[in-house]
């Protein structure tokens, strides 16, 4: 098992940043690759970033591209989601995740992720 604690987030006023950081603990070899989703009020889930957590190849949904990187510290076992230029649409629930295998078509699929963090709210106020 993979036990994922999520820290940041907040209330913003758009045009800000923010970072989100998520410590992994527990069975850490097993992690193939880390995500980042949110969830606004009346929306389904939503993919944002994900890192292969051996090579550091990255993932970005089109919506927070060129805003938001996603990062990892393989020797502190944790992975961070530095969020800037945030906007009032960026309001939302996030959370980190994590799986254990690798496919690229899947990689924007919630259900295909194995463990969760307990979600942080970001507010962004215009």
């Known amino acids: 098992q993979v036990q994922l604690v999520e820290s940041g987030g907040g209330s913003v006023q758009a045009g800000d940043s923010l970072r989100l950081s998520c410590a992994a603990s527990g069975r850490t070899y097993t992690i193939f690759v880390a995500g980042w989703f949110r969830q606004a009020p009346g929306k389904d889930t939503e993919f944002i970033s994900a890192i292969i957590w051996s090579n550091s190849s990255t993932y970005y949904a089109d919506s927070v591209k060129g805003r938001f990187t996603i990062s990892r510290d393989n020797a502190n076992n944790t992975f961070d989601l530095q969020m800037n230029s945030l906007k009032p649409e960026d309001t939302a629930v996030y959370y980190c995740?994590?799986?254990?295998?690798?496919?690229?078509?899947?990689?924007?699929?919630?259900?295909?992720?194995?463990?969760w963090g307990q979600g942080t709210q970001v507010t962004v106020s215009s």
């Open positions: 995740a994590a799986r254990s295998s690798f496919s690229k078509a899947t990689m924007m699929v919630p259900l295909r992720y194995d463990y």
